[in-house]
């Protein structure tokens, strides 16, 4: 059964926007879209499959999707429940189901790949982890094309000098909005007690900060009309802590107020559907620029479809695609 529920976003036109970039402030002019792009559909996913029972719905998600044809498919990451044991066999089974979708994958990982995984025969330092989050990097990021059956060019971090250990934050623009993907997972986001936590998770804020403006700078210079961002975590309402996400909620904050135009917000990790504008500036004043969408998860077997059409009032609409049988 699929059920559609529209949401609707005005969009914003912002003249002049000074954006400052490594401590540098620089203002980009930038006009309203008048051309004529096509609309089109994404859609996302996160935190499935988690057992049998959910599997087989999940292999019906997956046709149920390639019949609607979207353009692009988000998985969020969380592909195992944190009971499940950490090992390649689930690893390559998740590998095969992303190359049965027909539009192209694009996957960022979430906590419970690696983050949450533990190993009795390992030390207890945080060290399994980190060689989890290592293969999965090399298992899933092998190249610069999406997955699925129809690849589409992605650009990725790992392409720049001094990052290449981040080939999972990518970066495309379609139909002139921007799409970006960056590494922030549940779990606090990794920062633990653990020194070896605390390193990855360190080096990782700053591969993350300099992608999330990159990608803003990026989609001024395109001049886009909207900006995507997808990441695992639900670091508004996060279970296990939240000083792992004050760094980037805080830099959100000032793109947000920047950018001007819509900033849609996608994420896993809390396996309930909403979305919300959670995102407030220092005097508590929401951004109207700025959505977040939470996508479905564990019991419930669904996805978030979005519809994206710049040339109307109403840019970003989402429906429901939920498997009851």
């Not at 044809?69 to 044991?85: I, M």
């Not at 330092?125 to 610069?144: E, M, N, V, W, Y």
Request: with cysteine; aromatic share 12%; glycine share 4%.
């Amino acid at each position: 059964m699929e059920l559609r529920i529209i949401v609707l976003i005005s969009i914003l036109f912002f003249v002049i926007l000074p954006l400052e970039i490594f401590g540098q402030k620089t203002k980009i002019a930038i006009s309203s879209n008048t051309g004529e792009f096509n609309s089109f559909d994404f859609v996302a996913l996160a935190d499935v499959p988690y057992n049998t029972q959910s599997e087989e719905k999940f292999i019906k998600l997956i046709s149920r999707i390639n019949a609607i044809q979207p353009a692009s498919v988000f998985f969020l990451g969380d592909y195992k429940s944190s009971k499940t044991p950490c090992d390649s066999i689930i690893d390559q089974k998740m590998l095969r189901y992303f190359s049965e979708f027909t539009p192209p994958v694009i996957y960022t990982p979430g906590d419970n790949e690696w983050t949450d995984c533990i190993d009795k025969n390992e030390k207890s330092d945080g060290s399994f982890p980190i060689k989890r989050l290592q293969l999965i990097r090399a298992l899933f990021f092998q190249s610069d094309s999406s997955m699925g059956i129809n690849k589409i060019h992605l650009d990725r971090q790992s392409n720049l000098n001094g990052f290449r250990d981040y080939p999972e934050n990518i970066f495309f623009i379609t139909n002139n909005v921007a799409f970006s993907t960056v590494h922030i997972v549940g779990s606090n986001n990794n920062l633990g007690m653990e020194q070896l936590k605390i390193n990855e998770y360190y080096n990782r804020a700053v591969a993350d900060s300099v992608w999330l403006d990159l990608s803003f700078i990026r989609a001024v210079e395109s001049n886009t009309s909207a900006m995507v961002i997808c990441i695992h975590a639900d670091m508004f309402y996060p279970d296990k802590g939240r000083s792992g996400f004050i760094r980037f909620l805080s830099q959100l904050q000032d793109c947000a107020s920047k950018y001007g135009k819509p900033i849609l917000l996608i994420n896993g990790d809390s396996h309930q559907f909403l979305i919300d504008k959670p995102l407030k500036n220092s005097k508590n004043k929401v951004f109207n620029n700025f959505t977040r969408v939470q996508v479905f998860g564990e019991e419930e077997v669904g996805a978030v479809g979005i519809h994206v059409d710049i040339n109307t009032q109403q840019i970003f609409s989402f429906y429901q695609i939920i498997i009851n049988e």
